[in-house]
């Protein structure tokens, strides 16, 4: 099945930027739903964002809207997060996540089979 690797995380000040990216090694990324989820310290984890890859159908979490973009790219065969004006609260472990696709994109991370080793955001105030 599908592994999924993380990159791009890191240390940014408030209102800053940064992207994650989210590789498929072992499979391809062709009929399934890709998520990025996060786990703050002593925090369930949560979605953040959701994408049916190359259908039309994308998610986001309300804290996000309008600062966090979630994007496919096919010729790099990776999902990025695309993160901006960066808040201390979006410090969180990120993970990738994927499951078989659809129109409607699942935010409970029960219905999530695979999952990356996270990659660690912090955002400094």
């Known amino acids: 099945q599908v592994q999924l690797v993380e990159s791009g995380g890191g240390l940014v000040q408030a209102g800053g930027s940064l992207r994650l990216s989210c590789a498929a090694s072992?499979?391809?990324?062709?009929?399934?739903?890709l998520a990025w989820f996060r786990q703050a310290a002593g925090k369930e984890r949560e979605f953040v964002a959701g994408?049916?890859?190359?259908?039309?159908?994308?998610a986001l979490a309300d804290s996000v809207k309008g600062r966090f973009a979630i994007s496919e790219d096919n010729t790099q065969n990776t999902v990025n997060l695309q993160m901006n004006s960066l808040k201390p609260e979006d410090t969180a472990v990120y993970y990738c996540?994927?499951?078989?696709?659809?129109?409607?994109?699942?935010?409970?991370?029960?219905?999530?089979?695979?999952w990356g080793q996270g990659t660690q955001v912090t955002v400094s105030s």
């Open positions: 996540a994927a499951r078989p696709g659809g129109i409607f994109i699942p935010r409970s991370m029960a219905t999530y089979g695979v």
């Open positions: 072992k499979d391809t990324f062709n009929g399934k739903t």
């Open positions: 994408l049916w890859w190359r259908g039309d159908s994308v």
